[in-house]
């Protein structure tokens, strides 16, 4: 049988339920199976541990301020190889969800000061958080120790292939100097 990410429990606070003067701790801890739902909807191989800890906390009259830290550890293909690549991701998780949040229009998007910067909701899914933390910190290109690209030439049949080399073009300015320092010493 196989696992939906909408099959995943969530964890959801209703900002209206929650205290309007402390802090909200939360923990969030998905077990194997729910780990290999994540792993699939961010098309890596799997995650062996993964955690959300934090706290949502009110700031001012309407607004909530999420700070958490996300552990994972993570296996992907290595982009040479492959082969399986296991990556620790240790990262902080900030976000503020704003009631008064504006919304650009098409003609004039630009990036905000803060990133972090949300529309407020009703209701904040920590799962939710959590998978697109992830996502957002995944490395791009996980390869495995020593694994390496390799050179690729080519070219018509007849033609030698240009090397790196033949893309500098004053890389042989210094034998040049010295055939002629020394055509130099051998004529007086």
């Keep these: 049988m196989e696992a939906h990410l909408a099959e995943l429990p969530t964890s959801q606070l209703r900002l209206s339920d929650l205290a309007a003067r402390r802090a909200t701790q939360f923990d969030i801890q998905p077990n194997a199976a729910e780990r290999a739902v994540i792993a699939k909807t961010l098309d890596i191989v799997g995650i062996k541990k993964l955690r959300l800890e934090g706290e949502i906390t009110p700031v001012g009259k309407t607004d909530w301020e999420l700070k958490a830290k996300l ?91 240009m090397s790196d080399d033949d893309a500098k073009p004053f890389a042989g300015l210094g034998d040049l100097r010295k055939a002629l320092e020394n055509k130099d010493d051998g004529a007086t």
């Design 71 to 161: 552990g994972a550890t993570v296996v992907q293909d290595c982009v040479v190889t492959l082969e399986p690549v296991t990556s620790r991701v240790d990262e902080p998780v900030i976000r503020v969800y704003t009631a008064h949040f504006e919304v650009p229009n098409e003609d004039d998007v630009e990036m905000t000061v803060d990133e972090n910067v949300e529309p407020l909701p009703a209701i904040v899914d920590l799962v939710d958080v959590m998978i697109e933390a992830l996502a957002l910190c995944l490395p791009a290109f996980p390869r495995l120790a020593g694994a390496e690209l390799g050179n690729i030439a080519v070219t018509e049949r007849g033609i030698t292939p």
